[in-house]
């Protein structure tokens, strides 16, 4: 068990393309932190230079109380499961499960024991005599899990394990690793660019742009204030909606309406609404002149897509709503998401 | 995999297509075959006057002759140590442009040339660098001590045709190496190193298992290649000799044959060596099934 932390990381190709650059993260003991982002961002460069993949050109990874930048893969103390499982496919599963083991010498029925108890654990007892290509994409995702509980290492390293299972199955193995990682307590670093996995798994959510860290929090503060309009856009399931707006000495104006806010300063902003802090106004009620597009209905929810002053947006409605071609929509003026259309970055 | 299936009107227009594949697996493979077949159970005296026929004669003289089980035991130790050689050369090659990232390309086209040198060619090119009175190779082991002379000694001679036929065969297993190593998943031998395995551990326990398929499959190329195309090689640079010491299987073939005359004797001699290639042939069959399937 141990905490992982990382200290101005940056990782610098040849012909100086920076893949990562300046990462500062303190991952706390029994954490479970998710690295999102979408592609290209480096969250993947990022979990391989804590895991010894690739070279750490800037800063310090620390693991535990070591540094270990300049420590082989097997050295850190780290389990790392791939997307594609990388599954020895010559191997049955216990001898999958037995090789890391055997690798540090470590006594015959000590290994017996740990995964006699991994397979206990993930519910693959069955099939430790079978080889990995007689097994399904969920089955061998156990396998892949279970080759790092074997481990007992002190931290687990995931390089999106979801992506090659259907949606079904990524859902309960989702709700799997999960409850997992809780009842193991093992400090884990988890990659992927679904923001819906990053949100339900996190303790904490790390956001990636470009090879920096845009905003690091739970994920339900980081849903309720992102700081920039990349997060906004990219946490949140349909996205925030980002409307064209100006301020201008305290007073907002957007979509035709006008009101005071509690920010100052006069620029062009960009307006955040999430789809479901949208309503259809009540008679008399100032709101947003709307004309439909399409409706999207989801079985819960139905989403609307509307044009405001020839942008799009959309708004989430309780199934049964009665959805017109023009209508007005309000929307709480309290959780108005507010940023600045040159940087980006919020301002509220 | 997915195959097309083509439906044809006419009746005939499918066995002209494939007619001429078939004259030609006729003419000129299934022919001459049993005419070897047939011509094994004869013999002829040198003039081509007289023939007589006398059932498995031919074999069972092959088969009482001192000099045709020398020359099995000299095919057998040729065949093992080119394939050996050639194979594990090219593995090391392939290893090697596995690990660059930038010259690979270069490296790997500069070593797929002498697959483009003829055999025979080959064969001279090896024959000067040997030559016990103009080569470099034995001026330079002269120097440690060694006194090369490939057409006296009868295992410098061994060594020699070994290194000539299987330099040529090195660039064709080379490139299946390289494709081979190339399918493992690069994150197969991550995971092998974070499970603590070194670079020894991890080549032994994880990539040449997964080169398996390609490896018994070269040895069987290559062992083919030993016993048929090496003809060229033999007969550029040793000969037979000295001394039978080179005189493979084949090239006893032609020389029994077509420079001794002895038909008969020849053509039960290719009988025999055909009957090895295609029960290797059939047991590569059988083996690669069962295994190639991830």
């Known amino acids: ?348 | 995999m997915q195959t097309k299936r083509t439906i044809f009107r006419n009746l005939w227009l499918p066995y002209l297509l494939v007619a001429p594949q078939l004259a030609i697996t006729l003419i000129f493979f299934l022919w001459p075959a049993g005419q070897a077949v047939w011509q094994s159970f004869l013999r002829e005296d040198a003039f081509g006057l007289k023939t007589t026929f006398i059932g498995l004669g031919n074999y069972e003289r092959l088969l009482d002759n001192p000099e045709y089980l020398n020359s099995l035991k000299v095919t057998a130790v040729f065949s093992i140590s080119t394939a050996t050689l050639a194979i594990v050369l090219a593995l090391v090659l392939a290893l090697a442009v596995d690990r660059m990232l930038r010259s690979a390309r270069v490296y790997t086209t500069l070593l797929v040339w002498p697959y483009a040198v003829a055999p025979a060619i080959a064969g001279v090119l090896w024959w000067f660098i040997f030559n016990p009175t103009i080569g470099i190779l034995p001026y330079l082991l002269d120097r440690v001590g060694y006194d090369w002379n490939h057409s006296l000694i009868k295992r410098d001679a061994m060594i020699l045709v070994i290194i000539a036929a299987a330099w040529k065969q090195v660039s064709y297993n080379f490139l299946f190496f390289v494709a081979g190593l190339q399918a493992i998943p690069a994150s197969m031998r991550e995971a092998a190193a974070i499970d603590g395995a070194g670079p020894f551990k991890r080549f032994w326990s994880i990539t040449l298992p997964l080169l398996s398929p390609t490896t018994f499959f070269l040895l069987v190329v290559n062992v083919v290649y030993t016993m048929f195309d090496t003809f060229p090689v033999i007969d550029a640079v040793t000969s037979g000799g000295p001394a039978q010491a080179t005189n493979i299987l084949v090239y006893k073939v032609y020389r029994d044959g077509f420079v001794g005359l002895n038909l008969g004797s020849s053509a039960a001699q290719s009988v025999i060596l055909m009957a090895i290639v295609i029960s290797l042939t059939v047991i590569q069959f059988r083996y690669i099934e069962r295994r190639v399937t991830y």
């Open chain 1, 1 to 348: 068990m141990a905490g992982i932390t990382l200290e101005n990381v940056g990782k610098t190709y040849a012909g100086d393309v920076a893949a990562v650059a300046d990462v500062n993260l303190e991952i706390n003991d029994g954490e479970f932190v998710v690295l999102v982002g979408p592609s290209g961002c480096g969250k993947s460069t990022l979990l391989r230079m804590v895991a010894g993949l690739e070279t750490i050109t800037e800063g310090r990874v620390t693991i535990g109380a070591r540094v270990v930048n300049n420590l082989e893969p097997a050295d850190r103390d780290i389990a790392m499961v791939f997307q594609n499982y990388a599954l020895y496919p010559h191997m049955t599963v216990r001898q999958n499960l037995s090789y890391g083991l055997k690798n540090r010498r470590m006594p015959r029925d000590e290994i017996t024991r740990r995964v006699d108890e991994a397979a206990g654990i993930l519910e693959i007892g069955e099939y430790l005599d079978r080889k990995p290509r007689a097994l399904s994409g969920g089955q061998r995702q156990r396998v892949a899990m279970g080759r790092a509980i074997v481990r007992e290492p002190a931290a687990f390293l995931f390089d999106e394990p979801l992506s090659n299972l259907d949606a079904k199955l990524r859902v309960s193995m989702r709700g799997e690793i999960r409850s997992l990682q809780k009842r193991l307590g093992t400090t884990s670093v988890y990659v992927t660019h679904d923001q819906l996995e990053a949100m339900t798994l996190a303790d904490r959510l790390v956001v990636l742009r470009g090879g920096r860290i845009e905003q690091i929090g739970a994920p339900i503060e980081v849903y309720r204030r992102p700081v920039s309009t990349f997060v906004a856009g990219f946490i949140g399931s349909p996205a925030m909606n980002l409307l064209p707006g100006t301020l201008q000495g305290g007073q907002l104006h957007v979509g035709g309406q006008s009101f005071a806010v509690e920010v100052a300063g006069n620029e062009k902003v960009e307006v955040g609404i999430r789809p479901e802090d949208l309503r259809p106004a009540k008679s008399g009620e100032p709101g947003l002149a709307v004309s439909l597009a399409y409706v999207e209905a989801l079985g819960a929810q139905q989403l609307g897509h509307f044009r405001v002053d020839g942008h799009p947006l959309v708004a989430a409605f309780p199934p049964d709503q009665l959805v017109h071609d023009r209508m007005s929509l309000a929307f709480d003026r309290t959780i108005l998401h507010l940023f600045s259309a040159e940087t980006g970055k919020r301002l509220n």
